[in-house]
Each structure stands twice: as structure tokens, then as C-alpha cells.
């Protein structure tokens, strides 16, 4: 079933949960464990990160400089298809422009059609560690709106080789991104939702917003979304924090705030565990708040961690 369709037929907020994919190597087994203790929650949807491979460079006894993969995943389709068809729960692939040229891309979609799989989370990416700005790959998609025509031309046969034979529409319900506090690269909010706009025009049919710890953020974000036009479905990103050092890393690679509040007591947390019951006791007010404004869906990032996660979801229901 399509995202939308299934926020559309919920009177109540839905929940749903983004899972990282293991590293190769790895059986599926860690993230299948994660999945059967938030079943009782009853995720309407499940989202799955994708992550390019990462890179270093590296000195060859001749001198010469040489770039070599040092970490990989499994890939998005197969763990996308494997994880829909063992519990019967759609599942939402993120779709990267980063490292993918638009061919290897159209492979995935049509595989991804092929194994049922009905949604998509199309995303950008970022830069590799050692590039300052993103680098597209040559005849790769350069931003997530290009990326969601793509999309949206293949929703109407359209393939990037005009003589293609056997041209199927693949039918797919497409999300993107939305920064309730910018993105980063953005000169300001006001352009940032003007591409927002654009991306959504292109086919998004709903958004999925960056993590935040201050709902009034979503709120405003909200409201600015739908004077700027932008009318489809914003579900909310909540993050539970669940280890001190977060306190300092989620503003530095999601250019993010945490509210004094949530600082001071972070601060004067000792261990992991006490920030934890922190980030719990945080998200839990958060997700309560939003469940009362009645947002369509409650996206929670959980990273693989479900204790915090359940304890939410208990809070909640
Ligand atoms: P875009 O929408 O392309 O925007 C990127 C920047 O370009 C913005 O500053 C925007 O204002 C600007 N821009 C957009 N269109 C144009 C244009 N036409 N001309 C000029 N500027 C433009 N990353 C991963 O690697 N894997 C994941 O699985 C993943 N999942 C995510 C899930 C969610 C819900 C979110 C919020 C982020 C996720 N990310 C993921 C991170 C994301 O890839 C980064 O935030 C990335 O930097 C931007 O992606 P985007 O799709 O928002 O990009």
C-alpha cells in the first residue's frame, strides 16, 4: 500500500519507523530481531536508510594516490524486498542521487516494482567525508528534484531510453525531505521552501521532515509549507536521543538545535543511560504533543535502538 493512501485512509496519526541497513557481511537477522519488538506498535510503514559506499584515499607503493571503498551495505532492494515480504509491512527504500548514475538508478526502480515494493523516500544525499560541497556522479541525478522526475517519468513509462521496449509505467508513491530548521546549504528558509516547493511539484507526494526537538519548529515549518502552496501531507521526524555525546554531534551533522532545556539536562547527565531517560522523557512530551495536533504520521528515527523506541510508542498509544 502507498504511504499516502495510508495516511489518507487513518483518521489517527499512523506510526512508522526508519531502520538503518546492517553492514555486509551481516545477516539480516539484527534487523529483523528490531522489527519483531516494534511489531506490537503496529508501524503502518517502515523506512530503510541507504548509505554509499564509503571511501579513503590511499598512497600505492608507486606513489600514485587511490581511492578505495573501506565500508559497504547490503543493497536497498534486497533488504527492502525481504523485509516487505517477511512481515507484510510496506516498506519505504530511501533512493540516494549520490553515487548513482540515473541508469543504475532506473535498475533500481524497475527491480524495486518488480518486488512489490510501492514507496520510495527520494533524497539527495550528502557529500563524501573528504568533499567540501556534493558531487554528483556524471549522468547522475544532481538534486532530489531531479530525482523525483525521474520518478515521476517512469510513473508514466517514460524511460530514459525513448526506444525502450516494453515500457511499464512503475507506479510509485514518492516522499522527500523538508528542514523545519533549514537545510544546511540553504541560504535561508524562505529559499529553501521555494525549492521545496519545486521539489513537490515534480511529484512528491509527501514530506518527511529532518529531526527536531522543538515542536514549534514543525509547526511553523507546517505553516510556512502551506503558504508557500505546498499542500500534501508533512510527517513529523522524531529522534529520541539516546547517548550523551549526541548532545553535541546531532547539531554538527544535522544542523540542528536542542533547546536550552534539553541541553541543561543532557548536561548534567553522568552516562549514556541518564541521557537516554532524558532523550526518552523529551521525545515522549514531543510525540504526545504531536499526536494531539493530530499530524498524519510519526516518523521515528530509531536507529536500531528499541528500548527508547518502545517506551515512546507505550507512552503514546
Ligand atoms: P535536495 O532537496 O536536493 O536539497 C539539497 C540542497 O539543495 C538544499 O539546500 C536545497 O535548498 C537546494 N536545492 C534544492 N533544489 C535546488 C535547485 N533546483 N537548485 C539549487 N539548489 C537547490 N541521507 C542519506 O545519505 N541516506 C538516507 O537514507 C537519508 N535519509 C534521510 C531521510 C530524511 C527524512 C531526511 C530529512 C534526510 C535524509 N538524508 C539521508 C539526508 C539527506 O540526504 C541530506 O540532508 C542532503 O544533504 C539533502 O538531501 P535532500 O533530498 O533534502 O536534497
Known sequence: MKVVDIINKSEKTVFSFELLPPLKGTTGDKLYNTI???????????NITTHRDEFDFHQREDGLIEKRIVRKRPGTVAIAASIQHKFGIPVVPHILCGGFTRSETEHVLIDLFFLGIENVLALRGDGLKNETMFKPEPNGNRNATELVQQISCLKEGRYLDPDLKNNTPLDFCTGVAGYPEKHFEAPNLETDMEYLKIKVDAGAEYIVTQMFFDNQKYYSFVEKCRTAGITVPIIPGLKPIAVLNQLTV???????????????????????????????????FQANDLVRHNVPSLHVYTYGITDNVKDIMKAVL
Open 250 to 284: 546531532l547539531p554538527k551533522i544535522f544542523h540542528i538545535d536542542l533547546p536550552k532545556d534539553l541541553a541543561n539536562e543532557l548536561k548534567r547527565c553522568k552516562n549514556n543511560n541518564e541521557a537516554k531517560e532524558v532523550g526518552t522523557e523529551w521525545a515522549i
Open 36 to 46: 519483531e519488538q516494534l511489531l506490537e506498535f503496529d508501524p503502518k510503514y517502515i
